[in-house]
């Protein structure tokens, strides 16, 4: 077998697959955030909390009702996005016109008051979740041993990431969305329900989120904790890719997972703070991100 840098080939190879699938998580994630901010102007702190009701969801779908994977990848998303239209009917909606703290205060204690319900209810042990039949097993090809369930993950989030970058980008849906958050007025005279466009987009955001912790059900176990040990990260992909930018949340987030999958066999102690490194770097260089505008 061939070694790099005296690394065998199949450990770097193991690692690329590592870092991939939680770039795709980040990616996914960050896409979210990037969305809401972008075009509601909320730092939504609640999202690591809400891709945790969207892994716990899947897992109560199965566990209380039987309802596979499949179903779940559905309905899970479904059911963050409409609790994510009752929080911003009742609370984020009153904030648009306030610094973004107000915001990120709120959504900070939204956060806290989920957590504090299902460790409440399910303690902070993680619950287990099986791999779907159809997704098992996996692939020798020689040089590694491919994961089905890791192969979907990756597959699964490029897709939803391009097929979200592109409905916004490149489509009159797209067009009007962000032509309402810069001059609302103007597309209301156009007969455009903006209140209603701007709640469904907070609700799309936020049900990115819960498909992202239906993904990672049979990879993670459940816990009230998975989202705040990942949010944080998930802002830092932000940030770097440049706050509200659609393509640079995307792309940062898979490069940022293959980086730090890396620096887990160069230079493991590092592998948990190099995205902050990063992060400082660029900061320095370009402040508004890689893919930001400067404003």
Partial sequence: MTDFFGIPLQALLGQLLLGLVNGSFYA???????????????INFA???????????????????GLNYWTM??????????????????FLRHLYRLDHLYGLLLTFGLTLLLEGVFRSIYGVSGQPYPTPAALQ??????????????AWVVVASIIVCLATWFIIEKTRLGALLRAATENPKLVEAFGVN????????????????????????????VSPLMGSNLII????????GGMGSILGSILTGLGLGVIEGFTKVFW???????????????????PAGLFGKVK
């Fill in 268 to 286: 493991p102690e590092a592998s948990n703070t190099v995205v902050f490194i990063i992060m400082v770097i660029v900061l320095l260089l370009r």
């Fill in 137 to 150: 097993g996996g692939y020798n090809l020689g040089f590694m041993f491919l994961p089905i369930y890791r």
């Fill in 194 to 221: 903006v209140p209603l466009m701007i709640t469904l987009t907070y609700a799309f955001g936020v049900g990115l989120a819960g498909f992202a912790g239906v993904l990672a059900t049979p990879i993670l176990q």
């Fill in 47 to 65: 999202h690591g909390a809400l891709y945790m009701l969207g892994a716990f969801l899947a897992w109560m779908g199965l566990q209380y009702l």
């Fill in 73 to 90: 990848l559905l309905l899970a998303p479904l059911g963050v996005a409409l609790f994510g239209i009752v929080l911003e009917r009742l």
């Fill in 28 to 42: 996914v994630l960050s896409l979210g955030l990037a969305i809401i901010f972008g075009l509601l102007n909320i």
């Fill in 233 to 240: 990260v998930v802002f830092a992909v932000v940030v770097i």
